[in-house]
């Protein structure tokens, strides 16, 4: 299986680099985020009752990782669908290959994008001023890697059983909004009224965000971090079953 | 090659069940071209997908190139091609990246399925297009190459669905030619989809014809024509002749019926008009008969399609009953 794997890896990561523009495109968000928006944050943070440790960058940047990570891997799906269509799933699940392998190399494909990108973000990060312990660095990128199996994973299920952009596209928009809105990524959910705090707590990435933040700040041995890369894992795991099972399934 | 015992397969969608296939039984020996003819939604693609382990059959089961469907799919899958309606060759990955890539899917080393792809390349008239994507072919050509995926592994058994569906007819005509090579050349056994009665009577040695997810006949293009009413035979006597008096010997003929007349033009169906044509010609001479012409026409498939459903194929298709529910490639049971 995972010679499969890396068969249908090195297909897909050679497909990307034939036509990298969804690749650099993935990073034009970030960017245009952090050059026109980072900037607003630097005052507010500023405050003496700003909620979060750390200076604008330290806040801002893990979450944008984070949000990266989400955005990279819930939009493979529509490849996904494309490539549905023009029946070359159909033709790969007619050979003795692993239907999992299928699934798995797809995502190792979009999980070594989601890193490139995490990495290009980080370094064009410190040269704007962000301060961050390497290690931070390791983990905030390494949280991005779970995070994009697992979207990934969840964007390849879903899209395999819907198999048209028509319904993908709304069903995508109706998850993200409210899953970015309550997670924090853009500003600390602390600095809501408690409900909407208590609400955000719901929303397994706010955790992530928390542990993106804590650990850029080094503060390793924080529970921020065990909760967060607990959740994390769990996301993984769940969707990597979930993806496996629809790829397994007759019908799919 | 194959034997498939009721296999049939029931579709749930929220319009209620619809049985696709509703339980089929045929055979298809070593080294035989076999098409499957009905029309859209008669249940063709369901059998085909079903006997490729692409769907599970909800009854019955079958033996595929010698092995159980339902005990062993990833052997089955090993052991056969199959090339879908969509066949996936219209990638943005180059020709040879994609025809190598899918061999060794299939667990051959690099180096053999290189190897294997520059035979299919001789083979398929695809040489000089390895660098080429595949959504760049002509249609023809991604027809060749989704079938040269389709035996990168040398597969005994063969399945295609719809092979050429959306070819123009020179590209079609060539296609046959490559797949009548396939069996007679390299012993390939070939099992076809089609909802052409040309392409189904030009190619096949036998023909399975569905309808409605049952085979309701099979035989060779010639027996199963011979089946319907018989061949045609009409004559057009010499002016000033009896066309009574030849109506008469017609109708005397072993088998003969529906005999009429208009004119000088006499017709009637026979089971063999080329085997009574010698008696007819003879007797009519010597009752002083002379004639202007004579014609036998075989019956098409078309006659036999719609002897057997009472309706012509062409208007099968618009049956909507006959489809299976529209949720996404699950249904499409072509």
């Known amino acids: 299986m995972l010679v499969e794997t890396m068969l249908v890896f090195n297909r897909a990561m050679r497909q990307l680099v034939r036509n990298p523009f969804w690749v650099i495109f993935g990073l034009v968000q970030p960017v245009l985020y952090l050059v026109l928006f980072g900037p607003l944050l630097t005052r507010i943070v500023d405050r003496p009752d700003f909620p979060q440790p750390g200076d604008a960058w330290q806040i801002f940047v893990p979450a944008l990782l984070v949000q990266m990570g989400m955005f990279g891997g819930l939009f493979v799906g529509f490849g996904l669908i494309a490539e549905w269509r023009s029946g070359v799933i159909e033709r790969m699940r007619v050979t003795p290959a692993s239907r ?14 989601s890193v490139v990108q995490a990495t290009i973000i980080v370094a064009g990060a410190i040269l704007f001023g962000l301060r961050v312990p390497w290690l931070g660095a390791v983990f905030g990128i390494a949280g991005v890697a779970l995070l994009a199996v697992a979207l990934a994973s969840a964007s390849y299920a879903v899209a395999l059983r819907v198999k048209s952009e028509d319904a993908f596209a709304p069903m995508l928009n109706a998850v993200v909004l409210p899953v970015v809105l309550l997670s924090g990524i853009l500003l600390p959910m602390k600095l809501g009224p408690s409900w909407l705090y208590n609400l955000s707590r719901l929303n397994p990435f706010s955790y992530v965000v928390d542990a993106e933040r804590a650990a850029f700040l080094g503060d390793f041995t924080s529970r921020s971090v065990l909760v967060g890369g607990l959740v994390t894992l769990a996301l993984v795991a769940v969707t990597v079953v979930w993806g496996t099972r629809t790829f397994n399934r007759e019908t799919a | 090659m194959i034997h498939s015992r009721g296999l049939a397969r029931t579709f749930k969608s929220r319009k209620g069940t619809v049985e696709a296939v509703r339980g089929v039984d045929f055979e298809v020996a070593q080294g035989e071209l ?41 052997r089955v899958r090993r052991r056969i091609g199959y090339v879908a309606q969509s066949g996936g060759a219209g990638t943005d990955v180059p020709v040879g990246e994609e025809l190598i890539t899918h061999g060794r899917l299939y667990g051959m080393p690099a180096a053999q399925a290189r190897r294997r792809a520059t035979e299919l390349y001789e083979q398929l008239d695809l040489v000089g297009l390895e660098k080429r994507l595949g959504r760049t072919l002509s249609g023809g050509q991604k027809r060749r190459l989704d079938i040269a995926m389709g035996l990168i592994h040398e597969p005994g058994l063969l399945f295609l669905d719809e092979p050429t569906t959306g070819l123009d007819p020179q590209s079609r005509s060539n296609l046959w030619n490559h797949i009548r090579s396939l069996r007679d050349e390299h012993g390939v056994t070939v099992f076809l989809t089609t909802h052409y009665l040309d392409e189904a009577d030009a190619l096949c040695d036998r023909v399975l014809v569905i309808d409605a997810g049952k085979i309701i006949a099979a035989g060779t293009p010639d027996e199963l024509k011979r089946r319907v009413s018989g061949d045609a035979v009409s004559l057009i006597v010499s002016e000033g002749q009896h066309t009574g008096k030849a109506v008469e010997i017609a109708g005397r003929l072993p088998g003969a019926h529906e005999v009429t007349s208009d004119g000088n033009s006499l017709r009637f169906r026979v089971p063999r008009g080329d085997a009574v044509l010698a008696t007819l010609l003879r007797e009519l001479d010597s009752a002083g008969i002379a004639l202007a012409s004579v014609q036998v026409h075989r019956p098409t498939l078309d006659d036999v399609f719609l002897t057997l459903t009472g309706r012509a194929l062409r208007d099968a298709e618009a049956l909507p009953d006959a489809r299976p529910p529209a949720n996404g490639r699950s249904g499409d049971a072509g």
Do not use: S, W, Y
């Open chain 1, 100 to 113: 999992t392998a299928l699934l798995l190399g797809r995502v190792l494909r979009d999980t070594v994008v």
């Open chain 2, 34 to 74: 076999v098409g499957f003819l009905g029309p859209n939604g008669a249940g063709k693609t369901t059998t085909l997908r079903m006997l490729t382990t692409l769907l599970d059959p909800t009854a019955g089961t079958a033996t595929v190139a010698g092995v159980e469907l339902r005990e062993d799919p990833v």
